[in-house]
């Protein structure tokens, strides 16, 4: 651990103040006495390390005797027997799942169930509740900053209104996340048949592309730059696999002018554009009517062809990994060989649904397995790059570098706190291998996103989660009593005393 000479700004403030209390700088939180794993150029990592905020930014970083002689606190927060790093980055998850965790997963009734659900069976409230739930999950696991698809990335988006995506999106503003909501269109051919409920009463609409368009620019003038650059709006159209649904003529036509509008649309708005299930051949088929490059962040990209890798570098287009999908164990994901062409990768989680939750530390783990395993070599994916892909590669492939993904001075304040002093992590040394293997999120004990504390000491301390927790409940039941699915809840045939579930 390096205990430096040197504090980026700090040294400054250090050299020409007096010491004494009244010299003091004022500033409005001083996290004191952690050890902080800053994730900055130098990769430092502080033993008694201090982080002071003003605002929504750090202001200095370095050692806790220096800090708090320099800098007098409107409130400390005690970091001793703990960790501080930046917030983790979750990728790539979806807004709806929460509400749909494990129905019909070892049947081939889930993804038929989430598109019923999310189009057919679907409130305002649904949408409401999911966000809530599922941004006190993630603040609860320490993810600051999330991406998620409004729907199935694939199958549904819930763009035929307005108001859905409102909710949405005032609920996240509620708990307090940085968010990306990636919104967009269905797949052709259209229109769209999407219920809309009043109580008990409902009301089927037709939906066209052009609707879903409008309703998604909308969304983008309402949300994106909105509670103090937190909440923003991010493109998405689903990946065609020629393979898999081989179009021609007017068909294959209508997918390249919808996915090169809607493309057009996010270059308009400088937004994020992203693409969720790429595999072999479709990276090739997005390039060649012009969706690709910086600003795109393609997901699972699995078994990609050598041409498409060096497309990628090209245009250099982002990857999000997630090690814990049914992708992954489909087809391999080829991260040692895009990450030694300079492909910037980052994780999701693919979450919350069907298998798998909001905690990277967990997918961190999956992934060192995930590889390793192909390779047959335990020295594959260091943990510290691993860290990278959840921090600064994920801030990198996010456009969002600038502002967070480590503990920098004049970047966000997007900090948790990592309970180190637990059985599973002493002896409290070796930070950085205990947080890559050891920490699970529930060793998150406080959290901050843009300055302001989210968590702290385990308590949630924006919403009212025991409300939360009922209002879920009470959503994800009425969801499955509109769409008569609850046969979905039942354990499957084929679940105890075999080798594999039938086919």
Known sequence: MHRPLAITLATLSLASCGGGAGDREPVDILITGGTVITMDSSRRVLEDGAVAITRDRIVAIGLTADLTATYAARETINADKKIVMPGLIDGHGHAGHGLVKSMGMDT??????????????????????????TGVERVRFGVTTALSYFGGGDMITRTDDVKYGNAYMQATADVGLRYILAVGPRRPPFPKTYTDWNRDSSTDVAVTFAQQLAVSEELIKTWHGAA????????????????ETPLSGAA???????????????????????????????????????????????????????????????????IVHNPSANAATRRRFQLVELLDAGVTVMLGSDGVAP?????MFRHMFQAMRYHR??????????????????????????????????????KKADIILIDWFRPHMVPMNMPLYRVA????????????????????????LTVNETEVLTLAQREADAAIRRTGLDSLLRTPEGFW???????
């Not at 959840?390 to 990198?396: E, G, Y």
């Open 373 to 410: 395993f192909y390779w047959r070599d335990t020295k594959v994916l260091p943990p510290g790059k691993v860290l990278e892909m959840v921090t600064i590669d994920a801030a990198r492939a996010l456009g969002m570098e600038r502002d967070i993904g480590s503990l920098d001075v004049g």
């Open 437 to 460: 293997y050891f920490a699970n999120g529930n060793d998150v004990t406080t959290v901050l996103v843009n300055g302001r504390i989210l968590m702290r000491d385990r308590v949630v």
């Open 228 to 243: 103090d650059g937190r909440l923003n709006i991010a493109m998405m159209f689903p990946t065609h696999r020629q393979e």
């Open 497 to 503: 005393g075999t080798s594999r579930f039938p086919d």
């Open 355 to 359: 298998d798998r939750s909001y905690d």
């Open 252 to 318: 294959l036509e209508e997918v390249i002018q919808q996915a090169q509008a809607t493309r057009d649309l996010s270059r308009r708005y400088k937004l994020l554009f992203t693409q969720d299930g790429h595999t072999t051949n479709s990276v090739k088929f997005a390039h060649s009517i012009g969706l690709l490059g910086p600003d795109a962040l393609l997901s699972h990209a699995t078994e990609l062809t050598p041409e498409e890798i060096a497309i990628l570098v090209q245009t250099r287009t982002n």
């Open 108 to 133: 081939d009734e889930w993804y038929p169930a989430t598109e019923t659900i999310y189009a057919r069976g679907s409130t305002v409230d649904f949408w409401r509740a999911e966000a809530l739930l």
